[in-house]
């Protein structure tokens, strides 16, 4: 059992993203005699990249007072309306699918029959592209600015719904200026070592500078370093290398490729990996994450350099396991951010992971009032755990696509799928999946980080749910509701010819 009743401090290891949103929250929760101190150091810094939101960015920064306008100027950030998959199918310069952000908006997903959409297995049988029938998509399409996309969001013309991309310094240390003004405190240092006690609680940390700091509760958010999980507080590691191949990665800023700063985040598949190009408001935050088995860090900056015809300046390169922790409380102990897993940026789910984690936490020691059961800890860990799983296999089907012209993508097509997304795609042979398939995804009090129809956008973008799997559903329809079919079909048609 964990007792935080009369807890007197509460330290966050880590000013990162991860450690200052933690931050921000968790003062919320404690009453103001308990002190809430952040550690970081200016000398180790940050790890500079992760510039895309996902779908719960809005409501996490709602949740701590955080106006979206004052967000989005302080940050640089921009619209996101979700991803832009860019020759993942024939390697060919047009070949581009999307995933926007839609969750169960627009005219059709209104309509559910048995966990099932019939209007998008009606798309689905015409070959129709899913997001076409998003109001909001052809913003998109046409690299609409930004005054544009806010007006649509004002005058609830789009069915996309919002997220942002935000410079990654400026995020951090935006959310410092709001923590120093919500009475959190702040120490740079570099911790050096981590004391725990006979039970295995982390009691204390020690400082470079001789100082022991004791504490009730700490939360690493050290990022990559891991300073205290999988270290002083045991956990099991969870990889994903047999399954998801990049490993490394190169980020470097460039100018945007485009008139306006695209709404959506670019994934670009290359040789041996892909290029993500996020844009912000003054430049484009973008990088090489590749396979290290498949191609040299020389190569791939030659690589891109070829694909963008100029030069870069790489920031750095970046080495990870594509994986997580199992265990992510640990008795007086919350990992969060790259400290307690991270699989590649596709799909940018590392912040959304965060934020859902910081939410799960929160909604847990509150309704607990602090006295938390080592079952409601256990549950709290496997709910996590199963997130990852759903954004492992998530990922995994975006590599279930047809590229094959080189060794990677070749290799790639040899990767063992994992048993679930194995199963699903098994069953998607015969029909379109559903909201019953990602069920086992979601436990104790968790919110899945991806909605059927974000499955169902990916799946049908790379061709994976065969026409006939969707006409079978069809075929089982009444006369009326063929009739609304085709008066559907009918509507998307015209919209589509209106925007050619
Ligand atoms: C290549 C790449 C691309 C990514 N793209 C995306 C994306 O598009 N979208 C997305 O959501 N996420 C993305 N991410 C993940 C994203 O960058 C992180 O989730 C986010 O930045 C949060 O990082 P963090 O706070 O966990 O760690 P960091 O930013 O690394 O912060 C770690 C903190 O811990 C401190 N620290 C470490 N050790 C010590 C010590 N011993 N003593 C004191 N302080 C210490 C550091 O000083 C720092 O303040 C990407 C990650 C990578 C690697």
């Keep these: 059992m964990l007792n935080l009743r009369g807890a007197k401090r509460v330290v966050i290891l880590g000013g990162g993203t991860a450690g200052w949103y933690a931050a921000l929250a968790l003062r919320k929760i404690f009453s103001a005699a308990v002190e809430v101190r952040v550690i970081e150091s200016s000398q180790i810094g940050i790890v500079g990249v992760g510039e895309g939101g996902l779908l719960n ?27 832009s998959y860019e020759r993942w199918r024939t390697g060919a310069e047009d070949d581009r699918y999307f995933h926007p952000f839609a969750s169960a908006q627009g005219a059709a997903s209104q309509w559910q029959r048995m966990g099932t959409y019939p209007l998008f297995s009606a798309m689905i049988h015409q070959g129709v592209e899913l997001p076409d029938y998003l109001r909001g998509m052809q913003l998109i399409k046409r690299n609409a600015s930004q005054d544009e996309a806010r007006q649509a969001i004002e005058k609830n013309e789009t069915d ?48 470079r500078d001789q100082e022991k700091i004791e504490l009730d509760f700490v939360v690493d958010a050290t990022g990559l370093s891991r300073k205290i999980i999988g270290k002083a507080v045991p956990s099991t590691w969870h990889s994903f290398r047999e399954y998801l191949l990049l490993d490394r990665a190169i980020p470097y800023h460039m100018p945007h490729p485009l008139p306006n700063p695209y709404l959506v985040s670019r994934a670009i598949a290359l040789s041996s990996g892909w290029m993500w190009q ?144 194995r199963a699903l795609k098994e069953t998607m042979q015969l029909r379109v999946p559903r909201l019953m398939d990602l069920e086992g995804y979601i436990l104790h009090g968790r919110h899945g980080m991806f909605h059927i129809v974000n499955w169902l956008f990916v799946a049908s973008g790379l061709g994976l749910i065969p026409p006939h799997a969707a006409n079978v559903e069809l075929m089982s329809l009444s006369k009326e509701e063929k009739q609304k079919i085709a008066e559907f079909l009918g509507w998307l048609q015209a919209k589509r010819a209106a925007n050619a």
Excluded at 57 to 83: M, R, V
């Design 160 to 207: 996309v719904i919002n997220s942002f991309h935000f410079d990654s310094y400026k995020i951090a240390k935006y959310f410092k200026k709001l923590a120093m003004e919500r009475n959190i405190t702040h120490q740079d240092t570099i911790v050096e070592e981590v004391e725990t006690d006979e039970r295995g609680y982390v009691v204390a940390l020690h400082t």
């Design 278 to 421: 996020i844009p912000l408001m003054d430049r484009v935050g973008a990088g090489y994450v590749y396979s290290s088995k498949h191609i040299s860090d020389e190569q791939a900056v030659q690589e891109v350099e070829k694909t963008l015809g100029y030069p870069i300046q790489p920031q750095r390169i970046i080495r990870f396991e594509p994986g997580c922790f199992a265990q992510i409380w640990v008795g007086n102990m919350l990992s969060v951010g790259l400290a307690s897993g991270f699989v590649e940026p596709l799909e940018a789910t590392s912040i959304g992971q965060m934020l859902e984690t910081v939410r799960n936490f929160v909604r847990v020691l509150t309704t607990s009032q602090g006295v938390v059961a080592d079952s409601t800890i256990r549950e709290f860990n496997a709910s996590n755990f199963m997130s990852w799983m759903e954004i492992r296999d998530f990922l995994r089907m975006h590599y279930d696509c047809p590229r094959r012209d080189t060794p990677f993508w070749k290799d790639v097509a040899a990767t063992p799928l994992p048993e679930k997304y």
């Design 57 to 83: 960015l809005q409501s996490a920064l709602q949740a701590l007072d955080i106006n979206l306008d004052e967000f989005k100027g302080e940050t640089n950030g921009t619209y996101k309306w979700g991803f």
